[in-house]
């Protein structure tokens, strides 16, 4: 089976910088996606990172730790319109589906 | 715009009913995805096909079924529905099972069951 964690809430302010962590538990481990979902909208890939380290995309970063079974979702500069659920999802060996956390709802404030 | 279509984009039913959700993917994509979204809840995978195959099973229960079709237009079918049901079904493609990591998306349907 396989577990992930992420906060149910993140609060940050506009122009700041906010990480969204993500741990998990798998019986086997490819790598760890990154999916944004606005309400009343469909989830969008963000980044995926399959090897130890930072992957940038923009103002949007991923980290991957396999040996502590952790990443995170990083957010620089953030924007009014980053407001919107983070789900970290997971891709087992042997699989070829994801397996989705429950998600990180951001809200940015002015 | 992913390029996945989903259809219809509502669905009102009562209990006890059969739907159809049809979902064509990204055109080059082989592998659909089914997901259900229930209110505040994350995505439950429930099946994947990939060329017509079925791949993986998750969470699905017994009275939901699906298909993907030469044309790799997928459909998935929900009998018997319950007041649970009530949730938005997502479709997603990838170009494999290898890339499934990265998936595209429709815009989903929403099924209310009274």
């Known amino acids: 089976g396989q577990s992930l964690e992420q906060p149910s809430e993140v609060t940050a302010v506009e122009g700041a910088i906010v990480q969204i962590n993500c741990t998990y538990q798998t019986s086997g481990f490819y790598g760890l996606s990154w999916y944004q979902q606005h309400d009343g909208g469909a989830p969008t890939f963000l980044s995926y990172n399959a090897l130890d380290g930072l992957e940038e995309t923009g103002r949007f970063s991923s980290f991957l730790s396999r040996s502590d079974s952790y990443g995170y979702l990083l957010l620089q500069e953030l924007q009014m319109k980053d407001s919107a659920s983070y789900f970290c999802?997971?891709?087992?060996?042997?699989?070829?589906?994801?397996?989705f956390g429950t998600g990180t709802r951001l809200t940015v404030i002015p | 715009d992913s390029g996945v279509t989903q259809t219809p984009k509502h669905l009102i039913t009562a209990t006890g009913q059969r739907v159809t959700l049809r979902c064509s993917p990204r055109s080059g994509d082989l592998s659909v995805y089914w997901y259900q979204q229930s209110l505040d809840q994350g995505l439950q995978f429930l099946i994947q096909?990939?060329?017509?195959?079925?791949?993986a099973k998750g969470n699905i229960l017994e009275r939901f079924s699906a298909q993907q079709f030469p044309d790799l237009h997928s459909e998935l079918n929900l009998s018997s529905l319950e007041l649970g049901d009530s949730a938005l079904y997502f479709c997603?493609?990838?170009?494999?099972?290898?890339?499934?990591?990265?998936?595209?998306f429709g815009p989903g349907t929403r099924l209310t069951v009274t």
């Open positions: 997603a493609s990838s170009v494999g099972g290898g890339r499934s990591y990265e998936q595209y």
């Open positions: 999802a997971v891709r087992e060996g042997g699989a070829n589906n994801l397996f």
């Open positions: 096909y990939y060329n017509g195959e079925e791949r």
